[in-house]
């Protein structure tokens, strides 16, 4: 294999990562009307050739990763794939092959430096693709363990894969705090481990000093004690460990700061934590001294200007703690006067902010956020109102879709009150079913808001791994919804909209389709597949169905995926066709036009 030829392939797909961002990016200008839509067109065409050739690079790809590689050839590769990493080109669907085949190559050799780089970038990736929280990750667990494995070499270790060591120690003690079954006893053996192996005489004797790997310790360290929620679920032996050493880091802590901002937030959480514990401090007087401590951070980081690591924990954190404090006090009206400052700054802060910050990560933590503040707002308007807010600032194409969506699924309810009003007859909502079925359209996919952007912006097919994630967004939305007495009606659409009406397929495969919501589900799944098989600006990688074809297809799976009364409506209503063609046709350059001019 010549290894210019991977190469040429790289840059090409590198380069087609950048036009598409500046595609992307282009329909944010302010335009008028009729140029923004030329532009719209314009970018889908571009769009559709870069899918193809992406997919045909992938193949090529493919096929030359499966030759032997000489010497040479390999160190070209692993230098490409350094280069990809650092500069975010970390796509999955290209960068995993490349990276497994490295691991192919390198496994069995002594150079440590270069394996340690692969088998954390391979762990990174997996964490990403399989979203965090999500009970997947402990899978990705296994390469931080290769690394460790590799450690009886740590002396003849370089200072760069010393480093990597102490990065995969990290990971594995701060992000198995992410995992469903987290345990946090099981969890402080690692952390103990960690620190004995720093503790060890070939460590101390090569790094005791190396102030690079001293702040990746500090930080695992500190990080692992976030985890302040965890503490009534640990054995007392842990529980002993936590007051102690939170004690100890605020010491140290307070010894230092010159003012309450210069307070390491998660070691002063989780101190009040073990004050409240110990019966030391109320939560409500807690609460008070987190809130002050809270709006001074904000101050200090108002005028700081770039964004720095520390405001990112705390923004991540800080909030989320605070509602843990809300939710054990007793004094109602303190509480209610916190939480509504907390979803004003959240709206304020977190979204903007992060405004331009695309990583599963965030999305995950902003979604979090928006849903566990939710039940804490007044009307059901408020919340439907913050969760569309989440979508459109999180997720512009779902929030697109989900415009064309609830608007068909308007017609579609409009139409069944004449033609078959008994069609409604199970469902519990009773006024207004057109404007409950628009929510449900803007609400179905609010799952998608914690998956990684890449894949929800990605242009190509997806990958087997992306769309196994891409799975997850019902069971997510329901999530989301089922907290609330206001949004439980929305609750059964976002979980079960990608079920066939017959049970024969779709996903999620444990779903109880006896539910009263039965109707709204089927409108919504009709609806969402007639705007995805249409789209042609969202979808470029396959050509976009005409209004006729589609309904053919309606037709073609009525009874298997689609509800046979629904598809039957559209030969009884003369008028839903053309309606329902306005949404998928010429009316979506409009909608978007205008979904667009709202986020500028
Ligand atoms: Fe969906
Ligand atoms: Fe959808």
């Given amino acids: 294999m010549d290894g210019s030829d991977i190469g040429k392939l790289i840059t090409e797909y590198c380069n087609s990562m950048d036009r598409q961002e500046e595609l992307n990016k282009a329909l944010f200008k302010k335009l008028p009307k009729k140029e923004w839509i030329g532009q719209l067109d314009a970018r889908a065409r571009e769009l559709t050739m870069i899918a193809t050739r992406d997919e045909q690079i992938l193949d090529e790809i493919g096929t030359l990763l499966a030759k032997d590689m000489s010497e040479e050839e390999s160190l070209y590769l692993y230098d490409r794939v350094v280069e990809m990493y650092?500069?975010?080109?970390?796509?999955?669907?290209?960068?995993?092959?490349?990276?497994?085949?490295?691991?192919?190559?390198?496994?069995?050799?002594?150079?440590?430096?270069?394996?340690?780089?692969?088998?954390?970038?391979?762990?990174?990736?997996?964490?990403?693709?399989?979203?965090?929280?999500?009970?997947?990750?402990?899978?990705?667990?296994?390469?931080?363990?290769?690394?460790?494995?590799?450690?009886?070499?740590?002396?003849?270790?370089?200072?760069?894969?010393?480093?990597?060591?102490?990065?995969?120690?990290?990971?594995?003690?701060?992000?198995?705090?992410?995992?469903?079954?987290?345990?946090?006893?099981?969890?402080?053996?690692?952390?103990?481990?960690?620190?004995?192996?720093?503790?060890?005489?070939?460590?101390?004797?090569?790094?005791?000093?190396?102030?690079?790997?001293?702040?990746?310790?500090?930080?695992m360290n500190k990080d692992w004690m976030c985890v302040e929620e965890h503490i009534e679920k640990a054995n007392d032996e842990v529980k002993k460990y936590l007051y102690d050493y939170s004690g100890k880091l605020y010491a140290e802590d307070v010894a230092k700061a010159k003012s309450i901002t210069d307070y390491n937030d998660r070691v002063y959480a989780l101190y009040?934590?073990?004050?409240?514990?110990?019966?030391?401090?109320?939560?409500?007087?807690?609460?008070?001294?987190?809130?002050?401590?809270?709006?001074?951070?904000?101050?200090?980081?108002?005028?700081?200007?770039?964004?720095?690591?520390?405001?990112?924990?705390?923004?991540?954190?800080?909030?989320?703690?605070?509602?843990?404090?809300?939710?054990?006090?007793?004094?109602?009206?303190?509480?209610?006067?916190?939480?509504?400052?907390?979803?004003?700054?959240?709206?304020?802060?977190?979204?903007?902010?992060?405004?331009?910050?695309?990583?599963?990560?965030?999305?995950?933590?902003?979604?979090?956020?928006?849903?566990?503040?939710?039940?804490?707002?007044?009307?059901?308007?408020?919340?439907?109102?913050?969760?569309?807010?989440?979508?459109?600032?999180?997720?512009?194409?779902?929030?697109?879709?989900?415009?064309?969506?609830?608007?068909?699924?308007?017609?579609?309810?409009?139409?069944?009150?004449?033609?078959?009003?008994?069609?409604?007859?199970?469902?519990?909502?009773?006024?207004?079913?057109?404007?409950?079925?628009r929510h449900c359209g803007l609400f179905h996919d609010v799952g998608k808001t914690r998956i990684a952007d890449i894949i929800n912006l990605q242009c190509r097919k997806l990958g087997e791994e992306e769309f196994d994630s891409i799975k997850k967004h019902p069971e997510y939305g329901a999530k989301f919804m089922e907290n609330d007495p206001d949004l439980i009606i929305y609750r059964d659409v976002a979980a079960c909209h990608h079920c066939y009406y017959d049970g024969s397929g779709g996903y999620p495969d444990d779903y109880d389709h006896n539910t009263p919501y039965r109707a709204a589900i089927d409108i919504i799944t009709i609806c969402d597949c007639l705007d995805a098989a249409t789209d042609k600006y969202g979808r470029n990688y396959k050509k976009a169905k005409t209004p006729e074809e589609i309904f053919d297809e309606l037709k073609k799976f009525s009874g298997t995926r689609y509800n046979p009364k629904l598809v039957r409506l559209l030969d009884l209503d003369p008028d839903l066709k053309s309606r329902i063609g306005y949404f998928i046709g010429a009316g979506r350059a409009e909608i978007m036009y205008q979904a667009y001019r709202k986020k500028i």
């Avoid at 099981?186 to 690079?212: G, I, M, P, T």
């Avoid at 923004?315 to 979803?343: C, Q």
């Fill in 86 to 219: 650092n500069n975010d080109y970390d796509d999955y669907v290209v960068i995993f092959p490349l990276l497994k085949k490295l691991q192919q190559i390198y496994e069995g050799s002594n150079d440590y430096e270069k394996l340690i780089f692969i088998y954390k970038a391979i762990f990174y990736e997996m964490c990403e693709i399989r979203n965090r929280g999500s009970g997947q990750m402990r899978m990705s667990d296994e390469y931080l363990e290769k690394i460790f494995a590799l450690c009886d070499h740590y002396s003849e270790f370089t200072p760069d894969a010393r480093r990597g060591v102490w990065v995969a120690w990290y990971n594995y003690v701060v992000i198995d705090t992410e995992n469903p079954d987290f345990d946090i006893n099981r969890s402080y053996l690692r952390h103990k481990k960690a620190n004995e192996f720093w503790n060890s005489d070939v460590v101390q004797s090569l790094d005791k000093d190396n102030e690079n790997i001293l702040e990746i310790i500090d930080i």
């Fill in 272 to 437: 009040l934590r073990t004050r409240i514990e110990s019966g030391e401090e109320t939560f409500s007087g807690a609460l008070d001294r987190y809130l002050k401590y809270y709006k001074s951070c904000l101050a200090k980081f108002e005028n700081a200007g770039k964004q720095s690591v520390e405001e990112q924990h705390f923004l991540n954190n800080g909030p989320l703690f605070m509602l843990r404090l809300v939710e054990h006090i007793e004094d109602k009206n303190k509480a209610d006067r916190t939480i509504s400052y907390l979803i004003e700054s959240s709206r304020e802060n977190l979204f903007t902010k992060y405004k331009d910050f695309p990583s599963q990560f965030i999305n995950d933590v902003l979604a979090k956020w928006c849903y566990k503040t939710l039940k804490y707002l007044d009307t059901r308007k408020e919340k439907e109102d913050y969760i569309l807010d989440l979508i459109v600032k999180r997720q512009l194409p779902t929030y697109l879709h989900s415009v064309i969506v609830s608007e068909l699924a308007m017609v579609f309810a409009e139409s069944a009150l004449v033609y078959m009003p008994e069609f409604f007859n199970d469902l519990p909502i009773k006024e207004d079913i057109p404007e409950y079925l």
